[in-house]
């Protein structure tokens, strides 16, 4: 028999998966993914998860982070907590599920509304064509021969010149930029959601 988890038990262990896959997150990160059920609510679960020592909470800095540390450099945790800002932004009544995934990429998500799947790969100012090279490389792995590639691949720059490479060159279908002051997300071509425009509160 089917049981269906109260909403706030549900919450939880979303949050719980969330930071527990990404290693370091902020707290607006999670307030945005979750930004549809009041930041009251998250904060409350952000406290009851670090209560039951089930995550570490500091909220001075406003990070958290995984009890069980994920095996990864420096740069490699660096790039996956900026990924997460774009999934972020989308939120959660966008983001029906999402996985990380293997360099050079970071995430993969499907759409909760399309089930369209949705590929993110970070590419630092200078690292476009390695970066894209690399994604090639992979993507040839997974896709059969003659088979069409479903996934939408989405490079995350920090500036439009790497942008446009990443589109004309790499075989990326869009990119996207993250705002340095408020972590907003732009997509170019647009990402056809209306959840994408909005902000935390």
């Known amino acids: 028999m089917y049981h269906e988890l109260p909403q706030e038990e549900f919450l939880v262990r979303k949050i719980q998966r969330m930071v527990e ?3 370091y997150l902020s707290r607006e990160q999670v ?3 979750f930004r549809k059920y009041g ?8 406290s009851y998860l670090n209560r039951c020592r089930l995550i ?3 909220r001075d800095n406003g990070i958290l982070s995984a009890r069980v540390k994920p095996i990864r450099t420096e740069v490699e945790q660096k ?12 939120g959660d009544e966008e983001v029906d599920e999402f996985w990380l995934t293997d360099m050079p990429s970071q995430l993969l998500w499907i759409n909760r509304e399309s089930n369209k799947i ?7 100012p200078g690292d476009v064509r390695t970066t894209g090279y690399l994604r090639q490389r992979v993507n040839a792995t997974w896709v059969p021969e003659g088979e069409p590639d479903v996934c939408d691949h ?7 010149e790497d942008g446009q490479e990443a589109l004309e060159k790499w075989g990326f279908d869009r ?3 993250l705002d340095i002051d408020d972590h907003t997300v732009s997509f170019y071509p647009n990402y056809d959601t209306s959840a994408q425009q909005e902000t935390a509160d």
Request: aromatic share 16%.
């Open 118 to 124: 949705h590929d993110l790969t970070v590419i630092y």
């Open 79 to 90: 790039k996956m907590t900026t990924a997460f800002w774009v999934i972020a932004n989308l």
């Open 39 to 46: 930041q009251e609510t998250v904060e409350y679960q952000l």
């Open 175 to 177: 990119y996207c930029m």
């Open 154 to 160: 989405i490079a995350l720059v920090f500036n439009e």
């Open 56 to 58: 570490n909470y500091n």
């Open 21 to 23: 896959k990404a290693g």
């Open 31 to 33: 307030r945005r993914m």
